[in-house]
C-alpha cells in the first residue's frame, strides 16, 4: 500500500502549477512577408531582417524538474510578467497593446528617417494595466481603453489625467469618458464609440508610487488603480499594414522599422546579409531593452542569422553572448541611426526613399 499512496502524491504535486513561467527559444520570422504598402513606391527585392520571439509557457512542477535537463531556458516568476497590483489576467491584453503600440512607433519612425514629415497628435490617455482591486477594475475598464475625458475636463495625456485626480477627496464622485477598445483572439486592437464610466475614487495606497508630472504638485491624494502612457496618432504618407498575428509584445519595434525602411528603399539594407533584430522602438528613434534575449539568439542562429541586432542596455547584450551561438556576431545599439551606420559598416546601403517626401525639411 505504501508504493501507491507515494506514487499518487509525486503524480499530484507533478501536475500542481509553481506560480512560475518557462521562457524557451521560439522562433526567427522574416518581416518582410508580413508587411503591406499602399500608397507609395516599396523595393520589390526584400532582404532578409528577422524578428525573435520566445516561447511561454506555465510550469508544473514536472515541468520544472525536467527544466534543469535543458539549455538556453530560464524560469520566471508570475510577479515578473505584471506590474505590482496587476493580475496575471491581463497579460495577453498587455502583450496585443504593446504590439500595436510597437507597430505605431515603427511605421512613424520609418517613415521619418526616409525624410517624411509625420506629425502626431495627442489623443487621450491608454490604459496599460489595471490594479485589482481598484475603483477602475470595479467599474470595467479594461487594459487598452482610452481615457480621453475627466467629468467636464478633456484629456489628451497621462500628465493631464494625473493631474486631475491625484488632489481630490478619496471618495470623490468622477465621469470618465472611455473609448473601449476590443481586442480579438488574435491580437488586433478596434476602438469603438465613446461611453462613460461612474466611479469613485479611492486612497492612494500605501507605499504606491505615482509618476511624477511637470505642473503636477502637492501629495497623491486620490487614484483610479491604473497604468497609463500617452496616446497618439500619425498622420503617414501611406496605409500601412503589419501582420503580427498571435504576436505580443514590444520586442519586435526595431526589426519592424528596418523592414519598413528597406520597404521603402532603393538598395539593400543589409547588404544582403541575414540579419535578426530585437529591441523596442519609439517614435524618436531609441531602442530599448527586452527579454529572452539568450533564447532568442539561439532562434536567430537555427535560422541562419549572422548578425544579431540587441539592445546595448538591460543586460540584453551579455545574455546573447550567453547563448554561445557560433557564427552568431552580436551588435549592441541604443538608437535606430546607430543601426543603420552599423548596417553600412558591414556593406548596407543609406535609406534612399523610392517616393520623394512631400513636406521634407
Not at 494595466?129 to 475603483?135: A, L, T
Not at 493631464?160 to 476590443?182: D, E, M, Y
Not at 461611453?195 to 475614487?201: F, G, N, P
Not at 536567430?300 to 553572448?321: H, K, L, N, W
Request: hydrophobic share 40%.
Amino acid at each position: 500500500m505504501i508504493i501507491p499512496i507515494i506514487f499518487g502524491l509525486v503524480i499530484l504535486i507533478g501536475t500542481r502549477s509553481t506560480n512560475d513561467y518557462l521562457i524557451s527559444p521560439g522562433n526567427a520570422t522574416p518581416v518582410a512577408p508580413l508587411v503591406m504598402i499602399h500608397g507609395v513606391a516599396t523595393n520589390p527585392r526584400h532582404d532578409k531582417i528577422m524578428l525573435a520571439d520566445v516561447y511561454e509557457q506555465e510550469l508544473n512542477y514536472w515541468g520544472w524538474i525536467k527544466t534543469h535537463f535543458q539549455s538556453h531556458v530560464q524560469i520566471i516568476t508570475a510577479n515578473q510578467l505584471v506590474e505590482p497590483g496587476v493580475p496575471l489576467d491581463e497579460l495577453s491584453a498587455q502583450g496585443f497593446l504593446q504590439m500595436s503600440d510597437a507597430k505605431q512607433a515603427a511605421e512613424a519612425t520609418a517613415f521619418r528617417a526616409v525624410g517624411w514629415e509625420v506629425p502626431s497628435t495627442r489623443t487621450g490617455t491608454i490604459v496599460t494595466g489595471v490594479v485589482s482591486p481598484s475603483p477602475a477594475r470595479s467599474t470595467g475598464v479594461h487594459v487598452g481603453d482610452e481615457i480621453i475625458g475627466v467629468n467636464a475636463t478633456t484629456i489628451t495625456s497621462g500628465c493631464q489625467l494625473i493631474g486631475a485626480v491625484h488632489s481630490l477627496a478619496p471618495g470623490t464622485a468622477l465621469t470618465l469618458h472611455v473609448r473601449p477598445v476590443k481586442i480579438s483572439n488574435a491580437g488586433v486592437l478596434t476602438y469603438r464609440a465613446t461611453k462613460t464610466v461612474q466611479l469613485d475614487t479611492e486612497k492612494v495606497p500605501t507605499g504606491l508610487a505615482v509618476p511624477g508630472c511637470p505642473n503636477v504638485t502637492g501629495a497623491d491624494r486620490s487614484y483610479l488603480g491604473v497604468s497609463i502612457e500617452d496616446g497618439f496618432s500619425y498622420a503617414l504618407p501611406a496605409k500601412v499594414s503589419i501582420n503580427t498575428a498571435n504576436i505580443g509584445g514590444p520586442s519586435a519595434g526595431l526589426a519592424m522599422t528596418l523592414t519598413l525602411i528597406n520597404e521603402l528603399s532603393s538598395g539593400s539594407l543589409t547588404g544582403h546579409h541575414v540579419i535578426a533584430v530585437t529591441g523596442t522602438i519609439d517614435a524618436q528613434g531609441n531602442v530599448g531593452a527586452v527579454g529572452g534575449v539568450e533564447e532568442k539568439a539561439v532562434a536567430v542562429a537555427r535560422a541562419g542569422a549572422t548578425y544579431f541586432f540587441v539592445p546595448d542596455s538591460g543586460g540584453d547584450v551579455a545574455a546573447a553572448r550567453d547563448a554561445h551561438q557560433t557564427g552568431l556576431k552580436i551588435i549592441p545599439v541604443t538608437t535606430l541611426k546607430q543601426v543603420l551606420k552599423e548596417l553600412r559598416s558591414i556593406g548596407g546601403a543609406k535609406p534612399q526613399p523610392l517616393t520623394a517626401p512631400s513636406g521634407a525639411s
